[in-house]
């Protein structure tokens, strides 16, 4: 099969090579900001499509007759002042054709506001990236010709960025305020179909509507995640006609668990080193109110894990990134597993009369939670400290436990995560039968029967009947709605159990060991 063009994976995308979506009124809207003759920013989590937008703006202005430079500062946090000041005059001179003082950054700018006659653009990429000593100075020097644009040839100074600059270049008649920043936001799920659809246009291959579903579901929207998934759809099954659920499925499994992608190891990397605090926001249903000073929700953010809804409380912002995460944080216990197998008599879970006993499952996953407890479950240090969230430990244990079980019967599963805190369930498939798992940390009973509701919901929009809600509560939380239940909702039928956990006991030694570690 002869591909004309390809999905872009790498760098900016060149529009004879690479499928490209043009995104006509993201671009107006740039061209409307520097026919005003505003300075801005733009800014998005890294292969959030910023490159790419702002060459084709950039193609746009030029043929509008602006003179445009482009100027990448990446990797010049150590640089010392005279290299960025060397790179800076040269860009600019090759740009505008006129030569410039290389003394100090604001001569630089104190010539270039002298200049009439000429409509000059100036972006600089990964602005983020330039040295903090010098990188006050440099933005120093925008704002003192930013005030008399009018009278001279820089008509706009757009800074690209990973974070959003506001916090830190706001200042006193600073030319970047709150107004002024332009976030090129993730693909829409009718963007990512036209992308798509640019493939099978130009090659005939196909992707079926589910796998487009599922591709603009678990991405998010992540450019250089559609992209990703694209590319890897078609480098795998070149000749295929049409991508069918199962091929999608091998390619996010290579994305969680075969293969590290560089962006996904980022991720995890950042929300490693915020551990605990990244296993309340899989494990816990508790809102959590969007703050940015706070440095924890600022790295995730910046890095794509994370954003805040309408009501401004912390979400997840790609799905795959959650899953990823998931996979990362879960101990590996190979030694367990198989102890959980050997004692699965596999006869004891199917009845001539009515098939897979998925109650006999959960049953003895009590039995095994109760006999074993969780501290297996927790991952420790170097020093033997415990790192995570002793609550994550309690759905680990499940996990485990389930997987083995799937395992010893040929099962599958497949993890569905949500952008709400604390939702993600795991679809098991046996031997053709299909039910939802939901595994949940008891907080209050307003969030457990909330939970319920929710599920029940999500299975019937599966086309499936039966809903598992296992929820962990600990040993003095005795309330008399929580209780363990069949009933149907909505048509569903739901299967509530309870598995409880005793803090001192369960968890004593972690306990004592954080404790000594704050002391």
Not at 416 to 440: C, M, T, Y
Request: hydrophobic share 35%; charged share 25%.
């Amino acid at each position: 099969m002869n591909h004309i063009r390809t999905f872009n994976t790498s760098g900016p995308n060149i529009l004879s090579q690479h499928y490209t979506l043009l995104r006509p009124a993201l671009i107006a809207k740039g061209l409307d900001m520097v026919h005003k003759q505003r300075y801005f920013t733009i800014w998005s989590p890294r292969q959030a499509g910023k490159t790419t937008y702002f060459q084709l703006l950039a193609k746009e202005l030029r043929a509008e007759g602006y003179k445009v430079c482009y100027i990448n500062f990446e990797d010049y946090l150590r640089t010392p002042v005279s290299i960025f000041l060397n790179t800076l005059c040269q860009e600019l001179q090759k740009a505008w054709g006129i030569s410039f003082p290389n003394v100090d950054i604001s001569e630089v700018f104190q010539h270039i506001g002298v200049i009439t006659g000429e409509k000059f653009v100036l972006i600089i990429d990964e602005v983020d990236g330039i040295n903090p000593e010098y990188f006050g100075t440099f933005l120093h020097a925008i704002r003192n010709v930013y005030h008399k644009r009018e009278n001279h040839s820089l008509k706009s100074v757009i800074l690209v960025g990973v974070s959003n600059l506001t916090g830190t270049i706001e200042g006193n008649a600073s030319p970047f305020n709150t107004n002024d920043n332009l976030k090129v936001p993730y693909f829409t799920n009718a963007e990512i179909y036209e992308l798509l659809g640019q493939h099978e246009t130009e090659t005939g291959q196909l992707f079926s509507t589910e796998v487009k579903e599922k591709i603009a579901h678990i991405t998010s929207g992540q450019p250089g995640l559609v992209c990703g998934f694209g590319y890897n759809l078609v480098e795998n099954y070149p000749d295929v006609p049409v991508f069918e659920f199962e091929h999608y499925l091998e390619i996010e499994k290579n994305y969680v668990f075969r293969y590290l992608d560089k962006n996904v190891a980022n991720v995890v990397s950042k929300a490693k080193k915020h551990r605990k605090f990244a296993e309340r926001l899989l494990f816990e249903t508790d809102k959590i109110p969007f703050n940015i000073y706070d440095e924890r929700i600022k790295e995730l953010n910046i890095n794509g894990l994370i954003t805040f809804d309408k009501e401004d409380y912390v979400v997840f912002e790609v799905l795959l990134y959650r899953k990823c995460l998931h996979a990362a944080f879960t101990a590996p216990l190979n030694g367990e597993s198989k102890e959980i197998r050997k004692r699965i008599e596999i006869e004891d879970y199917f009845t001539p009369a009515t098939g897979l006993d998925i109650d006999k499952i959960i049953q003895d996953y009590q039995a095994y939670a109760k006999r074993r407890g969780f501290r297996y479950f927790i991952e420790h240090d170097a020093d033997g400290n415990p790192t995570g969230l002793k609550e994550a430990a309690l759905v680990y244990s499940f996990e485990t436990y389930i997987q083995s079980f799937l395992v010893a019967v040929e099962g599958k599963s497949y993890l569905e995560p949500h952008v709400a805190l604390g939702r993600s369930d795991l679809i098991v498939n046996v031997q053709g039968v299909e039910f939802v798992i939901e595994a949940k940390i008891f907080r209050d009973s307003n969030q457990f029967a909330k939970g319920k509701l929710q599920l029940a919901y999500y299975v019937k929009s599966l086309g499936l009947s039966t809903g598992i809600y296992l929820v962990f509560a600990d040993t003095e939380t005795n309330l008399k709605s929580l209780v363990e239940k069949q009933e149907t909702i909505d048509e569903v039928n739901i299967s509530t159990y309870i598995v409880r956990y005793d803090i001192e006991k369960d968890f004593a030694d972690e306990l004592r060991k954080s404790r000594k570690r704050d002391d």
